[in-house]
């Protein structure tokens, strides 16, 4: 049978249901041909020819009527003729339903929408879905401003509409027919965000760009397009690679300058330095070393709220995220710690708990050279780690050239001495792999690990990594940090869905940490403003207008606590 008519046939039939009906109804009028064939002579004295027999069973299974072979002189004829009637018409009945029944659904299934119900303003236009746009959206839920979905694939378009219908609008349209880009609104957008490959990104820029004010964000995989897109009319042209590979090398490296976790919104903001005020506010993620003297010891024989009034608000520990931490939590390797406190504070509390004490150069190996890999050296370079590249070419760094999956390369690639390896392959599982054979050969080394698909996370971690980056999770926050900049920074993404954020009290009259809390359902961790800076507010400390206030909770709680303090 040829492929054609075996897709023909997998179209008509497909139903493994239909088959086994198919198959018994086949089966049905055979027995009972043979059946007639023998019993209606002897019932009917009426001898039947083959052909005879198939045509009456044929007639009763249909129930069209039997002309005139009626009337039947037999009791034992008028049963044989019901059961084959009932039995077969009982499996024409299951055959039908499952023959229509997928076409029948086409039918009925509702084309995705072509347009907004109604018109837009202030909105946000995301073009092109998948990974990265679900977690860009999910970032964007917290605010109350419209989101608009366009896609050009129907069946992503009617993906997006059964998982967001009540969440965002949707439109299906061709990128290159203006009025799709009618449609969406995208003359009213305050945002346009491009999330498809460089050539139609171009392409898109180009039949928008004199349609619209709003800002155009480019997400590219390859940051070498950056200033022909730009030069199309982006504004902002951002790779998830980049900001990943930038992530993966801070979490290797304990500098105050680099410790922000600031990392969501901008990897430039925010830092921990000479320049910032001894008293401001800062939330600060610390990986603990191997040599760190802190290993081994409790939170609250660290006691880090009583001697330097520094809260710890979660932490990481072999993959697993601990959102209430306890006294009795202990630390150890596997452990990165998020610590808010005053700058000075902080300064003090890592250079006397958490500095890590290994002689030696710190080597790391990073396996994988391309965009992630390529940032993940740089970061570390720049702080001082010696760094060695295993990749399949030649490299104008100290390189390995081979597969980063096997034990020889690992090895010349001085694995065993390292301190450090960052796994960059764009192939999860070859990322896995390496992580497992690392893991052997230097159960101290830490593991920085990349990722591409959810479902690898935790499959990297049982494989050994210390952390793990998902790249287009990185970035939709990297996105979503340039849209809200002017509403409220989101400090960090927590794996349950919850969120880390700072707001400005806007408008309205000052009120207390306690009122906000309630109203909103949010948890205040801190708050700073008129000289102040205060960590663990309690409930009557007083929130006055221009203050930043830093809060933990899920999406709802966040959008009310947005819309509270900004007076609405």
Not at 108 to 125: A, D, G, I, N
Not at 266 to 290: F, H, N, Q, T
Not at 519 to 527: D, E, L, P, Q, T
Request: with cysteine; charged share 20%.
């Amino acid at each position: 049978m040829s492929g054609t008519d075996s897709g023909f046939l997998a179209t008509l039939l497909p139903d493994r249901r239909l088959h086994l009906s198919l198959a018994l109804l086949f089966g049905q009028v055979i027995v009972y041909t043979v059946l007639v064939h023998a019993a209606f002579p002897v019932l009917e004295n009426r001898p039947l020819s083959w052909l005879e027999a198939l045509f009456f069973v044929v007639e009763t299974i249909t129930t069209v009527g039997y002309g005139e072979m009626l009337p039947f002189t037999s009791q034992a004829t008028v049963l044989l003729v019901m059961f084959i009637m009932v039995t077969g018409v009982f499996n024409v009945l299951m055959i039908v339903p499952v023959m229509l029944a997928p076409y029948i659904a086409a039918l009925l299934q509702s084309m995705p929408p072509r347009r907004t119900p109604f018109e837009l303003e202030h909105h946000v236009v995301i073009i092109g879905y998948g990974e990265l746009t679900r977690a860009l959206v999910e970032s964007l839920m917290i605010i109350d401003v419209a989101v608009v979905i366009v896609e050009q694939d129907e069946k992503k378009a009617r993906d997006v509409l059964r998982r967001y219908r009540r969440d965002l609008h949707v439109v299906w349209g061709d990128y290159n027919d203006p009025a799709t880009w009618s449609n969406a609104w995208v003359e009213n957008a305050d945002n346009i965000i491009i999330c498809e490959k460089e050539r139609t990104t171009a392409t898109i820029i180009l039949g928008i760009r004199e349609k619209t004010a709003g800002r155009i964000i480019a997400v590219v995989d390859d940051l070498s397009f950056d200033r022909y897109l730009r030069y199309a009319g982006a504004e902002y042209v951002l790779s998830p690679k980049n900001s990943t590979g930038k992530i993966l090398a801070r979490h290797a490296v304990l500098r105050p300058d680099v410790d922000t976790i600031y990392e969501a919104i901008s990897l430039d903001r925010m830092k921990i330095s000479k320049d910032s005020p001894a008293s401001s506010l800062k939330l600060i993620k610390v990986p603990i070393m191997e040599g760190c003297r802190s290993t081994g010891k409790s939170l609250a024989e660290l006691a880090l709220f009583e001697r330097y009034g520094i809260e710890v608000l979660f932490f990481w520990k072999a993959g697993s995220f601990v959102m209430h931490p306890s006294g009795s939590d202990t630390i150890d390797t596997s452990t990165m710690l998020f610590l808010l406190g005053r700058t000075n504070e902080l300064n003090t509390a890592i250079e006397s708990e958490f500095r890590a004490d290994v002689p030696g150069e710190p080597l790391a190996v990073i396996a994988g050279y391309g965009d992630v890999g390529r940032a993940a050296f740089r970061e570390l370079t720049s702080s001082g780690i010696t760094g060695v590249v295993i990749d399949k070419g030649e490299q104008d760094v100290a390189f390995v050239i081979g597969d980063a999956e096997k034990e020889p390369v690992l090895k010349e690639a001085h694995i065993e001495d390292a301190r450090f390896l960052i796994v960059a392959v764009n192939d999860d599982n070859v990322n896995i792999f390496a992580t497992l054979i690392a893991r052997n050969l230097n159960p101290q080394l830490r593991i920085l690990a990349r990722a591409n698909e959810p479902a690898s996370i935790d499959k990297l971690y049982r494989a050994g990594a210390d952390y793990v980056a998902l790249l287009p999770t990185i970035g939709g926050q990297v996105v979503a940090g340039i849209v809200l900049s002017d509403i409220v920074q989101v400090l960090l993404d927590l794996p349950n869905g919850q969120k880390v954020v700072m707001k400005h009290l806007m408008k309205g009259s000052a009120a207390t940490a306690g009122w906000i809390a309630r109203k909103s359902g949010v948890r205040i961790i801190g708050i700073e403003g008129g000289g102040r800076s205060i960590i663990r507010p309690a409930d009557g400390d007083r929130v006055e207008q221009g203050d930043a206030i830093i809060a933990v909770g899920d999406i709802p709680a966040l959008k009310r606590f947005i819309r509270l303090v900004s007076g609405g």
